[in-house]
């Protein structure tokens, strides 16, 4: 998610300044992306060149409050109404750290997967905790975000079971030598007394 949707869908409440917006986008998601005011101020800026929200007036504090616009307001609808698309998320860049991992001489692998893998398990029962600490309908837009993290911890960890079963999998058996019978034994016993 863009910080520009998260501020316009704060501003859709009412008006709100800089702190106010940074403040309440940290509560709507648990803290769980948290924003600098620079972030904040630079967006509000591209967001105001783009007549999406207007800035008022100050307040007799020096605070700047803005306002969302009816251009603002309808995209913010249409952010609403449009499905996100798995391209249109960050790269995952555990599988591309995996995937150069396995065509990088001398990577240690599975040791990879183990760290990350506790690393997760690590995350999955801290967030676990967090949502037994959450409680009431106050709560709900942060236990969504809180599940939602918990959902993709388990996935991670199911992945990283996945690739480490591939991995055994796909790892090339070691060559031994060719095995002899007890005849082919006799044989080149018997060959090197020839030539001897």
């Not at 910080?3 to 917006?21: P, S």
């Not at 893998?117 to 009431?136: D, F, I, P, V």
């Amino acid at each position: 998610m863009s910080i520009k949707y998260g501020l316009l869908a704060l501003l859709q409440r009412g008006t709100m300044y800089g702190y106010q917006l940074r403040t309440s986008f940290e509560e709507s998601t648990g803290g769980t992306w948290p924003l600098n005011i620079g972030q904040v101020y630079t967006t509000l800026s591209r967001l105001e060149r783009d007549d999406l929200v207007r800035s008022l007036p100050e307040h007799d504090g020096g605070q700047r409050p803005y306002e969302i616009t009816d251009a603002g307001r309808a995209e913010l609808a249409t952010w609403f109404a449009t499905p996100i698309g798995r391209g249109d998320r960050p790269r995952d860049e555990l599988a591309i750290k995996l995937a150069l991992a396995l065509t990088t001489p001398g990577v240690d692998v599975p040791g990879i997967i183990q760290a990350q893998r506790t690393a997760t398990m690590r995350m999955l029962q801290e967030y676990t905790r967090m949502k037994q600490r959450t409680a009431g309908p106050a709560d709900l837009s942060w236990r969504l975000v809180l599940e939602s993290m918990i959902f993709q911890a388990e996935a991670e960890v199911r992945w990283l079971d996945h690739c480490e079963a591939s991995l055994a999998r796909h790892a090339p058996l070691p060559t031994l030598p060719p095995a002899t019978t007890p005849d082919q034994d006799e044989e080149t016993v018997h060959d090197r007394e020839k030539t001897a």
